[in-house]
């Protein structure tokens, strides 16, 4: 029996029938490696932003740097749709591998001959996530194409667990290579990572993936979004709850720094839980293949603000693990699903504009909240911040809850005519 046969009889049967496909179980190790790099990232784009960076100028580099990591995506999603719109799901994958691969082998090898500085790295960051949201949707939009519409959440998740679970291996696994080597060369090991996603996306042959569409422009996903009121209700509530998430990131380390000692271990295993938590409840989506999305993409967004508020009023590190491990779990599935759902409302001939559009909108969000994340620390502290996001959070879930019964109540509704046959007739 081959190791592909043995791993498959292990896993649940949902991923088994996504593995039995030869172009998805073909991609999967270039996406688990390239994953890996991009959590590696999560840690060296900062650090070597800090090694390049004047002391008095240090915040602003480290900041300018984390915002041109991802937030250019939006613009590219935004402008390029006129040339990218109408291409496959693998065509997307790997030039924005390519790129991405191709911009992160210079900025090492500018580091290490001395040519580097922070405005040319800052610019280079930007580069290279231009294409990014094209990236994401060729990803998903591969897993619809290659997929049986039943098996899509199954897919969507087993991919989603492989990003999940680089965020625990990667940074650890960055730390080690930087003491070692220094920063930049975990940017050389991400870069090592997209080619060689480009060298596996190559190998794929299947004609669903490789078939080209008319450009979709910009204003058909928006009237597209306009004539289907749950698809723009969906990215509404995924925007403001990836929103609320943002301030999330700043207010854990201040609760961390003001009442439990500054230890950074502490804040370690906080976020190692959620990450535990995350690839667990990301596995297990997988497996439940008749679940009702609306439904669930709600109690996610409940389940989080619940989750995370016991950390709130405690403050200690029993709490954190518990919440933010609760949370994780919780939190996680929201991607595979709301993705799912949006690929089983939208037309099959604009998923990839869709997706990249939902992509652009979504990017924008996590940051944006950890923006507004400083007035409120400064108007409410670290741990009301993270009580009122909580609380927010929740109520969010319970307005889309009524929304939605009321969308569906005005469709079910009968309607009522008055007779247009004439006295007479009858």
């Known amino acids: ?42 840690i060296g784009v ?15 580099v480290v900041g300018l740097a984390v915002a041109a990591y991802s937030l250019p995506a939006a613009l590219g999603s935004l402008t390029l749709g006129r040339w990218l719109s109408g291409r496959n799901a693998r065509s997307l994958i790997l030039v924005n591998a390519l790129l991405r691969g191709a911009l992160f082998a210079l900025i090492p090898a500018l580091y290490w001959t001395g040519l580097l500085t922070a405005a040319t790295y800052i610019a280079l960051l930007a580069l290279s996530s231009i294409l990014h949201a094209w990236g994401i949707a060729g990803r998903q939009t591969f897993v619809a194409e290659t997929l049986p519409a039943e098996d899509r959440l199954a897919g969507h998740a087993l991919v989603g667990s492989q990003e999940q679970l680089s965020f625990i291996t990667g940074p650890p696994l960055a730390g080690l290579v930087s003491a070692a080597l220094g920063p930049a060369a975990v940017l050389a090991a991400d870069a090592l990572s997209y080619a060689y996603l480009a060298l596996v996306t190559a190998r794929v042959r299947g004609e669903g993936t490789l078939e080209r569409r008319p450009p979709v422009p910009l204003r058909r996903s928006g009237q597209t979004l306009a004539r289907h009121p749950e698809l723009l209700g969906l990215l509404g509530l995924s925007f403001v709850f990836y929103l609320l998430y943002g301030p999330i990131e700043v207010a854990v380390p201040l609760v961390v720094a003001e009442r439990m000692g500054s230890d950074p271990t502490v804040l370690g295993w906080i976020w190692s839980a959620f990450g535990v938590g995350a690839v667990i409840g990301t596995w297990i989506t997988g497996t439940l293949r008749r679940l009702p999305l609306w439904p669930t993409v709600l109690a996610i967004v409940a389940g989080w603000g619940l989750a995370i508020l016991p950390f709130a009023h405690f403050g200690t590190l029993a709490a954190g ?24 409302k939208a037309p099959l001939e604009e998923l990839v504009s869709l997706s990249a559009f939902r992509s652009a909108i979504l990017v924008i969000a996590t940051p944006l909240g950890a923006v507004l994340a400083g007035p409120l620390i400064g108007a409410f502290g670290a ?8 609380q927010t959070t929740i109520a969010l879930a319970a307005l889309g809850a009524v929304l939605i019964l009321l969308l569906r109540r005005r469709r079910h509704r009968p309607q009522r005519h008055e007779p247009l046959v004439s006295t007479e007739q009858r």
């Open 383 to 390: 741990t009301g911040t993270i009580r009122l996001s909580g």
């Open 321 to 344: 693990i518990a919440g933010f491990g609760l949370g994780g779990l919780i939190y996680a599935p929201y991607g595979p699903v709301s993705i799912t759902l949006l690929q089983q």
């Open 1 to 42: 029996m081959t190791p592909a046969r043995r791993i498959q009889r292990v896993l649940p049967e949902g991923y088994t029938r996504c593995l039995a496909n030869p172009d998805f179980r073909r991609l999967q190790p270039g996406f688990l490696v390239s994953f890996l790099g991009d959590g590696m990232s999560f």
């Open 46 to 60: 900062a650090w070597l932003a800090v090694e390049l960076a004047a002391p008095t100028h240090r915040s602003l």
